[in-house]
């Protein structure tokens, strides 16, 4: 189990934010699929009328969490979008 992403996982459902926001952060969908199933095992998630939601001990766990910082790289450093075939030849 990812802490860090099962952290960002129930802060994402608890605020009612869409998952997207994980795999703009890097994450893989089966990364966040194997998060969401042991989150579901574990008794902190639920669906409930089509949607996930934080069961009551989901919600005690997430506010037990310590704060966590994101770190987000800086725009001058983020790397373009490149086509499949191209190659990224970084700049020294």
Known sequence: ???LLLKQLLKIIHN???IAILVQ???S???IAEEIVEGK???LLKIENGA???TTSGIESFKRMKPFREINS???YRIKNIAL???YIPKL
């Open 85 to 87: 075939d191209e190659i």
């Open 25 to 27: 952060k890097g994450y």
């Open 16 to 18: 009612k934010e869409d």
């Open 41 to 43: 095992q574990c008794g």
């Open 52 to 54: 996930y939601v934080l």
């Open 1 to 3: 189990m990812n802490e």
């Open 74 to 76: 800086l725009d001058e």
């Open 29 to 31: 969908f089966s990364q």
